[in-house]
C-alpha cells in the first residue's frame, strides 16, 4: 500500500498515464470495474505449485481481487506456467509459519467483516447454494492430502460443501476453489449487493498497475516528485 495522499496519488496516475497507452489504460480500468474484495480465498499450507498457481489464476479470472496464504510445513510458491502471470495482478496476504498463524489469518479477516467459510467434504454440513452473498466471505481451503487443520475448521464461522453425485469423495483443491468462486461470483454480480471496489481501493490498484504496465516505473516517479 503506498503512503501518497490522495490528491498526490491521482497526481502521479495522471502522470503515469502518459507513458501507458490509451488501449490499455482502458483495459486496466475495465478489469478494475469488475474487481471485488466481497469474495476472497484462504490457502492453508498447500504444497503443490500447479494447485496453489491454479487457484491463483481462478481467483484472477473471476475477478476476486484478495488471496491469503497460510504456510506452514510448506513455503508458498507459485507455478509461473500455470498461473500465466495472474498472481502479478492480485494482492496477497502472506502469514509465515508460526504458533497460530491460521487463528491470525481468520482473526484479521474477521476485522475485516468478513464471515469465514471452510469448506469440507461432509455430507452434514451446508452446501455452497446455502452461502448468502450479502455478507463479505472468505472460504478456507486445506492441503491436499488431510484438508484444514483442526484450528481452521475451529475458528471458522461455518462449514460448507460441494454437492457431489459420484463414488468419488471429493474435488482437487484447485476444481473446488473454481467450482466455489465461478458459483459464488456470478450469485454476487447478479444481485443488489455492492460488490465492486471503493474509489480508493480502484485508485490505490490501478496506481499499482500502471506501475506494473511500464517498464521500471521507479526513476520516473521519482523524476515527478522531485520536479513537483
Known sequence: MNTYSPQMLQELIHYLEQFVTEPRQARLQEVLRQRTRHITVVLEDLYQTQ???AVMRSC???GI???YIVENRNEFEVHKDISMGADKWLTLHQYPHAEHNMKQCIDDLHAKGYTVV???PDEKKKT???VPVEQKTAFLFGTELTGLSDEAVQYADYNVLIPMYGFTESFN???SAAIILSHTAERLRHSEVPWRLSDAEYDELYFDWLQKSI???EPIIRD???KR
Open 51 to 53: 494447485n496453489i498457481s
Open 173 to 175: 483443491i484447485s476444481n
Open 118 to 120: 471452510a469448506t469440507l
Open 60 to 62: 484472477e479470472c473471476y
Open 224 to 226: 515527478f516528485l522531485a
Open 215 to 217: 517498464r521500471n516505473p
Open 65 to 67: 481481487q484478495d488471496a
Open 128 to 130: 455452497i447454494f446455502d
